[in-house]
């Protein structure tokens, strides 16, 4: 006879992240975004935003000048990631002039 688990309390773990399907809490991760580029990244508290820049420059695409927004407000690069922050925004410069 099979057994069913129920997996609604499962924790699965990865390095500083889990998910706890129970209550839909995420602790240890960020969202990142730039452009149409968007992941949820573990690992990235006690990073400054220039750091994380510099990590995911290639993978999501970052335009070396794009200024960071971590929950909507803008920061500088030497901005500290917190537990409590959810998401960090690189956005490029819109409307420049062509050079």
């Known amino acids: 006879m099979a057994t069913s688990v129920n997996l609604n309390n499962v924790e699965t ?3 500083e ?3 706890n399907r ?3 809490e995420t602790k240890g991760v960020v969202r990142v975004s730039s452009g149409i580029s968007s992941s949820l990244v573990p690992g990235l508290v006690g990073l400054t935003v220039g750091q994380v820049k510099g ?3 290639t993978v999501f695409n970052i335009d070396p000048a794009a200024a960071g ?3 909507g407000k803008d920061v500088g690069e030497d901005y ?3 537990e ?6 690189f956005a490029g410069v819109i409307g420049g002039k062509a050079r």
């Open 13 to 15: 773990l990865q390095g």
């Open 69 to 71: 927004r971590v929950d």
């Open 22 to 24: 129970m209550n839909g």
């Open 80 to 82: 500290i990631l917190t």
């Open 84 to 89: 409590g922050d959810k998401n960090v925004v």
């Open 17 to 19: 992240f889990y998910t």
């Open 55 to 57: 990590k995911l420059r």
